[in-house]
């Protein structure tokens, strides 16, 4: 097969198709949505999704209207990995077998946190293994929202949900978030990123990469969702910018084993800057955020320690 | 308008791409972004930023807010580096 | 044409070859497993060109053959009990999404207790999913409507997927004689899958949608509808295959049924045993015959009632019950097929729970039973041969 051009995007070429179209019923201001319609910009055309039930899919998929400019199926919650994988067995044989034109087309699974990291962990993890030639993103919006914004395993420490409020016996989610991209990355897959809606391009770009490499490929995109993380409309943007700045959310690629840290130079800034914008935040007591910021600051220094162990050479 | 279940494709199929965009969203909003033309350097960070991929380059090569889809949530303005978008109330 | 002795297993999969098959997606689970194993040595040999998943679970088996089917692929997956349960949200999803594929389910009771011996429990559980569904009494009839299935869901006057019962070891482990069909006339008669929508970046669409209550009562009746109509289409592939070779298969088929006072009705290999009963009986003079169903959904009324026509008492052989309630779900069915209509009186044998063997004498036995059952009254139904 005829190797695909490699993309890089810039603001020089960057494309001015959507494939995710406006009228979905997403909330103002969601970054969930912003995320997915530039990855779909990335994607382009030759693409075919299948999602998982959640925020994405019911924002785009009101019968009988939908926000899709590619072929896209929803199955089920928790099997979005499986669907994908029989996309892409069937365009292997059908291309094989001489039924259908011999042309690359990016097979990419979108779910969100939960139906990645807890009922959708089993499929996702079998598809990897098998080692499928397909994208599968993670759209990471901490919570069930699209239910009404109840906790998943990765919902960060401390934030309020519906199902992990505080009160007399809690102070909200007591857990750390469960690491779906180290999940990922113990698959032995050749690609793994995390991206932030906050910078688009390297969001296109890993999304762009992840499609373009052959096998299985994941990139973990963080989504922030105003209304779930109480904060106002407008600050989608800023949160997903501090979340990186901060550490909170490192950008990092994952190509064949070795790493590669994305992040904007400089020191990492406090994570109270982050979580003080955000409501689910609100009811932290100093304790609290100064663990987070242990924790935070711990994880980040592991994170440079395995980069600079197995260091990406281009 | 309600289909008749003769009407409906098999599985409920939707073979039309795109025709979430018949519905006007900027229904929601109650505000609305107003742009400064003497401060935009035409960066296009609005157009990247908006969720909607409501906003377009019109022939000037200023970025424009689709009113029929924009839902008011004040990212382009808040996100805009030369501080040329303000959010007006409607109405 | 050429015959051969096959464990019913491997005759599934040699059909599977035969139908030229795109995906399989399977997961090992007693008694299906010879299936899975063939097919995989099969596709490791180049004998069939498809893409053989080893997925990690039943639910995500399904999940591959629809995503497959969804691209125009033709897509094969089996499973039994437990495994079906696990599938069993998606076995609804397959059908309602109207996405052709056929499934072998080598029956296997749910449990608990744990057992991989057969009757129908499993497949009662997916009664009412929307497949079409066949339950076949031997192993030529389970290579036979592999090929039957797939050109009778991809039928765009169908959509539905089809699936064959097929009793876990009685027909999954035993060697039978089977007929294997030349290449030529599977290839005629099974030309490649054309499907009606597919997933093509050429002409997106978008399937899966979600349905408001203002509008979802509509797509279901389509559904209901499709299933129904979809009679008509599995009478006419069968009887072209009857043409083709020979065998033609009938929603129902009926033994000694003219004169029939008392009926055996069996659904699946079980009815192989009580024929043997009936022929014996017979042989003594009694007016009994038998009836075995073997389309179960959509549910041959007129056939049933046709053939059933004189028959004053029926004996439905169950291989699931329902419990708590009126009985196993064949005899209910088949009560409600004579409602408030002159028909048969029903008595109801629980039969082979958990592949409890039946031998010609059991039948013989039941048919003594049955007089004084029918004085009990239709709720009440007979776990035949329970130690008490």
């Known amino acids: 097969m005829k190797e695909l051009e490699k993309i890089r995007f810039t603001r020089k070429n960057l494309p001015r198709e959507e494939y995710f179209f406006p009228g979905h019923r997403g909330c103002q201001g969601c970054g969930e949505a912003l995320a997915l319609r530039l990855a779909m910009k990335a994607l382009g055309k030759d693409t075919i999704v299948a999602s998982a039930t959640g925020c994405i899919e019911i924002i785009s998929s009101p019968f009988p209207e939908t926000a899709w400019g ?5 199955v089920a919650f928790e099997n979005t990995a499986a669907v994908i994988s029989g996309v892409e067995a069937a365009l292997k044989v059908l291309t094989r077998k001489g039924r259908i034109p011999e042309k690359r087309i990016f097979c ?17 993890s079998g598809a990897l293994e098998r080692g499928h030639d397909i994208l599968y993103l993670c759209f990471d919006n901490e919570a069930y929202m699209n239910t009404g914004i109840q906790r998943s395993s990765a919902t960060p420490f401390g934030a309020w949900t519906t199902t992990s409020p505080p009160g007399k016996k809690a102070k909200g989610q007591m857990t750390w978030k469960k690491n779906l991209p180290e999940i990922a990355i113990a698959h032995n897959i050749p690609y793994v990123a995390t991206a932030s809606p906050a910078y688009p391009y390297d969001l296109m770009n890993k999304v762009r990469r992840g499609a373009e490499i052959k096998g299985p490929a994941y990139v973990h995109i963080f989504s922030p969702c105003p209304t779930g993380w109480r904060c106002p409309s407008n600050l989608s943007i800023e949160v997903a910018r501090l979340a990186v700045e901060t550490g909170v959310f490192p950008l990092f690629e994952v190509i064949e084993g070795k790493w590669r840290i994305n992040q904007p130079k400089g020191e990492l800034k406090p994570v109270e800057d982050y979580l003080k914008l955000q409501g689910r935040f609100r009811h932290l007591d100093e304790e609290t955020i100064k663990f987070i910021q242990k924790r935070v600051t711990e994880e980040w220094e592991k994170l440079k320690k395995k980069a600079s162990l197995f260091p990406y050479e281009e | 308008m309600k289909l008749s279940w003769r009407e409906i494709k098999p599985g409920a199929v939707i073979t039309e791409p795109g025709s979430s965009r018949k519905l006007r969203t900027g229904d929601w909003r109650s505000e609305r972004p107003v742009v ?56 | 044409m050429k015959r051969v002795a096959l464990e019913g297993s491997i005759a599934v999969a040699e059909a599977v070859k035969q139908a030229n098959v795109d995906v399989i997606a399977a997961y090992p689970i007693t008694p299906q497993t010879h299936i899975v194993e063939k097919l995989s040595e099969i596709v490791a040999s180049g004998e069939l060109d498809a893409e053989f998943v080893p997925v990690e679970s039943e639910h995500s088996a399904l999940s591959v053959c629809i995503g497959a089917s969804a691209c125009g692929a033709r897509a094969f997956t089996a499973t039994s009990g437990p495994g079906l349960a696990l599938m069993a949200e998606i076995v609804f999803i397959a059908s309602s999404m109207r996405l052709p594929m056929v499934m072998v389910l080598c029956n296997r009771t749910l449990s608990a207790p744990l057992s991989i011996w057969n009757d129908h429990s499993d497949a009662m559980l997916v009664r009412d999913s929307g497949w079409i569904q066949v339950f076949v009494n031997s192993a030529q009839e389970a290579y036979d409507h592999v090929f039957l299935g797939y050109r009778i869901s991809e039928d765009h006057r169908v959509l539905i997927p089809y699936m064959i019962h097929m009793d876990g070891f009685f027909l999954t482990h035993a060697i039978e004689p089977v007929e294997l069909v030349d290449q030529e006339l599977i290839d005629r008669f099974l030309p490649p899958y054309k499907p009606l929508y597919r997933l093509d970046p050429s002409d997106p669409v978008t399937m899966g949608a979600f349905v408001m209550p203002d509008q979802y009562a509509e797509v279901k009746k389509a559904q209901d509808e499709a299933l129904k109509s979809s009679y008509q289409v599995i009478l006419e592939v069968w009887e072209k295959w009857g043409e083709l070779t020979g065998r033609f298969y009938r929603p129902v088929e009926g033994f000694y049924l003219e004169d029939a006072e008392y009926a055996f009705l069996s659904v699946g290999s079980y009815g192989e045993v009580a024929q043997e009963a009936v022929e014996f009986l017979r042989g003594k003079g009694k007016k009994v015959g038998l009836l075995k169903l073997r389309l179960w959904r959509p549910f041959p009324f007129e056939e049933l009632r046709k053939a059933l026509r004189g028959v004053k008492a029926l004996l439905v052989i169950d291989r699931a019950i329902c419990p708590g309630g009126p009985g196993g779900p064949v005899a209910l069915e088949v009560r409600s097929a004579f409602y408030q209509m002159d028909g048969p009186r029903v008595v109801d044998f629980i039969v082979g729970i958990a592949g409890r063997d039946t031998t010609p004498e059991d039948y013989v036995k039941m048919f003594e039973m049955a007089p004084e059952l029918l004085e009990k009254g239709p709720e009440n139904y007979v776990f035949y041969g329970v130690k008490e």
């Open chain 1, 70 to 74: 590619v072929p896209w199926i929803h």
């Open chain 2, 36 to 91: 400064d033309k003497e401060k935009c350097n035409k960066c296009g960070m609005c157009y990247i930023f908006c969720p909607e991929g409501a906003i377009h380059e019109n022939e000037e090569g200023y970025f424009e807010s689709d009113l029929y889809y924009c839902k008011g949530c004040g990212l382009c303005a808040h996100e805009c580096p030369q501080k040329a978008i303000k959010m007006v109330p409607e109405g």
């Open chain 1, 108 to 124: 990419v699974g979108v779910a969100g946190d939960g139906g990645t990291a807890d009922i959708g962990l089993q499929a996702l």
